[in-house]
């Protein structure tokens, strides 16, 4: 069995901690095999502070004061978090703790730290749902988020408690690797339940114009929907075959279609809500960039509560 290792960004921030929660409840019921690396971006140490520390041995001593306490502070907040990871069953040893210095801003020394390390996925907190309360590391994420093209994040928002999982799906490649890296990390595991759910293509998905003539109308909505159910046909048959062969059966897996009447973020909203789900995995572009970040995957995890957010692609 493969190891899965992921990136962790804490701050020690409650959102921080809400991430690092929902590693451990996933760790400890549904990834096999996963190895954690907690990250603390250290605060930036002044550049005229160590300018005036070659020059001035006061200053040389109050530049060493600073660097030992923005150490302690990495530290305490990162023994916190492996302190929760442990609670939730993670074995000490699959843990590291990596403090960095800031070398330009957050996100990029995240970003880099993510890409050089060859991670599997870069786990993020997410804001409260009001609008009041200040994004982690400030922008952290949204930067994070908006910036990143290649490696899969999970972002998390509030306490997760559910294990249930819900893949939203239309046909495109975006959407398998979207299942590809659900199965890389749920995979051996018999307890763990999927949901592909995919909200049924219609013509205000494609169009706003209103057609004055209505058979003509009809007539499109019948060959786009038509033309969706086939490409669906296919889209399962490799979605479960991916999903097979990473070790789940058939009967952990169910496929469920929701026929338009609503956007496709608010069929999935509705979905997580009466499905009770803890988690959504999202291509990061799908059919027609339907899921490009900005419309599908931004509005779930913004208005999603106490979920986490895959965003693959």
């Known amino acids: 069995m493969v190891d899965k290792k992921i990136l962790v960004a804490v701050d020690g921030s409650p959102a921080a901690l809400k991430a690092v929660d929902y590693v451990g409840l996933m760790e400890g019921a549904m990834i096999r095999e996963l190895r954690v690396t907690l990250l603390y971006i250290m605060n930036p140490v002044p550049p005229y502070l160590r300018r005036e520390g070659q020059r001035d041995p006061e200053s040389f001593k109050r530049l060493r004061e600073l660097e030992t306490r923005n150490r302690k502070q990495a530290a305490a907040v990162l ?30 020394d995240i970003l880099f730290e993510a890409e050089q390390g060859l991670y599997d996925a870069l786990v993020l907190g997410r804001r409260g749902i009001s609008k009041a309360q200040e994004l982690f590391l400030g922008s952290v994420t949204n930067k994070v988020v908006q910036h990143s093209e290649r ?18 799906v239309d046909g495109s490649e975006g959407s398998l690797k979207a299942v590809d890296h659900l199965a890389f990390m749920l995979g051996e595991n018999p307890e763990c339940k999927i949901t592909l ?117």
């Open 197 to 313: 759910l995919h909200v049924g293509a219609s013509l205000g998905n494609y169009c706003t114009l209103d057609f004055l003539e209505t058979e003509l109308a009809e007539g499109i909505e019948a060959d786009i929907m038509h033309s969706d159910a086939q490409c669906m046909d296919d889209f399962y048959a490799r979605a479960l075959k991916v999903l097979d062969q990473a070790g789940l059966s058939p009967d952990q897996v169910e496929t469920k279609t929701i026929e338009g009447g609503m956007s496709v973020s608010g069929a999935i909203l509705d979905e997580v809500k009466k499905g009770d789900y803890g988690t959504v995995v999202l291509g990061r572009r799908g059919e027609n960039r339907s899921f490009f970040l900005g419309h599908v995957s931004d509005k779930v995890m913004g208005k999603a509560k106490d979920i986490a957010v895959w965003i693959v692609g």
């Open 151 to 168: 490696l899969p994040l999970w972002v998390v928002g509030g306490q997760v408690t559910s294990l249930k999982v819900l893949c939203p």
């Open 79 to 108: 023994d916190k978090c492996t302190e929760h990871l442990v609670r939730h069953g993670m074995d000490p040893e699959a843990v590291e703790k990596k403090p960095l210095p800031r070398s330009s801003d957050a996100a990029r």
